[in-house]
């Protein structure tokens, strides 16, 4: 079946601690591949994408993501995460007029 | 800035109501979408439109129904809820182009059926 796969469910890192959450999918050919973050009480709003080109994609906020085709992994990196990224990251995969979501991670930071 | 709008943000109703789940965009934005999660499950699309009296049913089956009068406008409608219905629904929209186009998301129905 094809899906997103976020191993991990719950991340918990200290201030300035580096950052990477796992994302791998299992769809085969051309795929487009964002990251999202949902803040507390917000929406679900964009973080960095990849359609084609450089696969170490820079997003807002210092993050970036690698795209590794061999892999079918898109992980999301943070050298130094602060308190403010506390949030739910969520990896996701497009496909014709779908987008496929991953189950999530939650990111907590502690000051 | 995303600008879309879902009301009510949170709804507790009994089984056997009738409800609807608004939705607006003010992006002019041609494709809009509705998505179920489930608490810590994915998001998965029931409803999605590519403009004016266009819908389409999404990967995941739902029993509930939708419309697209107006571009802006995409309502979610349950003719009668149930238990199994609560979840929370967002909706969703993106500019007419390919699946490569960004998707801006509301924040979110909480619905809870009793």
Same mark, same amino acid.
């Given at each position: 079946?094809?899906?997103?796969?976020?191993?991990?469910?719950?991340?918990?890192?200290?201030?300035?601690?580096?950052?990477?959450?796992?994302?791998?999918?299992?769809?085969?050919?051309?795929?487009?591949?964002?990251?999202?973050?949902?803040?507390?009480?917000?929406?679900?709003?964009?973080?960095?994408?990849?359609?084609?080109?450089?696969?170490?994609?820079?997003?807002?906020?210092?993050?970036?993501?690698?795209?590794?085709?061999?892999?079918?992994?898109?992980?999301?990196?943070?050298?130094?995460?602060?308190?403010?990224?506390?949030?739910?990251?969520?990896?996701?995969?497009?496909?014709?007029?779908?987008?496929?979501?991953?189950?999530?991670?939650?990111?907590?930071?502690?000051? | 800035?995303?600008?879309?709008?879902?009301?009510?943000?949170?709804?507790? &109703?009994? %089984?056997?109501?009738?409800?609807?789940?608004?939705? +607006?965009?003010?992006?002019? @934005?041609?494709?809009? !979408?509705?998505?179920?999660?489930?608490?810590?499950?994915?998001?998965?699309?029931?409803?999605?439109?590519?403009?004016?009296?266009?819908?389409?049913?999404?990967?995941?089956?739902?029993?509930?129904?939708?419309?697209? &009068?107006? %571009?802006?406008?995409?309502?979610?409608?349950?003719? +009668?809820?149930?238990?199994? @219905?609560?979840?929370? !629904?967002?909706?969703?929209?993106?500019?007419?182009?390919?699946?490569?186009?960004?998707?801006?998301?509301?924040?979110?129905?909480?619905?809870?059926?009793?």
């Amino acid at each position: 079946a094809q899906s997103v796969s976020q191993h991990n469910h719950h991340v918990i890192l200290s201030e300035a601690a580096s950052l990477e959450l796992g994302c791998n999918y299992s769809y085969g050919g051309t795929v487009n591949l964002f990251w999202y973050v949902q803040y507390p009480g917000q929406h679900l709003q964009l973080l960095l994408k990849y359609f084609s080109g450089d696969p170490l994609v820079k997003g807002i906020k210092g993050f970036e993501a690698e795209f590794i085709k061999s892999k079918f992994s898109f992980n999301l990196r943070k050298p130094s995460v602060q308190w403010s990224d506390t949030a739910e990251y969520f990896c996701a995969v497009s496909r014709g007029n779908n987008l496929f979501f991953g189950t999530g991670t939650r990111l907590t930071v502690i000051p | 800035e995303a600008d879309i709008y879902q009301t009510p943000r949170y709804l507790v &109703i009994g %089984t056997g109501k009738k409800i609807t789940l608004e939705c +607006s965009q003010t992006m002019g @934005h041609d494709k809009m !979408y509705w998505y179920q999660q489930d608490p810590g499950m994915e998001l998965h699309l029931i409803h999605y439109s590519y403009g004016v009296n266009s819908t389409e049913k999404g990967d995941l089956s739902s029993e509930s129904t939708v419309s697209r &009068i107006r %571009t802006e406008h995409f309502p979610l409608t349950l003719e +009668s809820a149930r238990p199994s @219905h609560t979840s929370q !629904y967002l909706c969703a929209s993106s500019e007419w182009g390919g699946s490569g186009n960004t998707i801006y998301f509301g924040e979110g129905s909480w619905l809870t059926v009793v």
